[in-house]
Nanobody, 115 residues
Framework: QVQLQASGGGLVQPGGSLRLSCATS????????MGWYRKAPGKQRDFVAT???????NYADSVKDRFTISRDNAKNTVYLQMDSLKAEDTAVYYC?????????WGQGTQVTVSS
């Protein structure tokens, strides 16, 4: 059983920053890809960023140059540093982990960007 625990969400003003964390119950080195997705009210869940076991990263155009995904293998944790936040970044953010045998999701963490 793979468990993913996301944390770090909250309320922040436009232009502010937050760092999300996703702690796993297994070694993150065992996952081919880990990433973050988000779901805004009334919209589908969208891709935000991924990082491979080799460290390669990929970002949605809407967050490129503002968000940074990283991983700490020693802590079995993946992070999403979010800077220059905008109102349109408001969403529930979900952690995702992919192995050959399947894809796993954590519970969401709410991010609200508002003045």
């Amino acid at each position: 059983q793979v468990q993913l625990q996301a944390s770090g969400g909250g309320l922040v003003q436009p232009g502010g920053s937050l760092r999300l964390s996703c702690a796993t119950s297994r070694s993150i080195s065992s996952f081919n890809v880990m990433g973050w997705y988000r779901k805004a009210p009334g919209k589908q869940r969208d891709f935000v960023a991924t990082i491979t076991s080799g460290g390669a990263t990929n970002y949605a155009d809407s967050v490129k140059d503002r968000f940074t995904i990283s991983r700490d293998n020693a802590k079995n944790t993946v992070y999403l540093q979010m800077d220059s936040l905008k109102a349109e970044d408001t969403a529930v953010y979900y952690c995702n982990a992919q192995k050959t045998i399947g894809t796993f999701w954590g519970q969401g963490t709410q991010v609200t960007v508002s003045s």
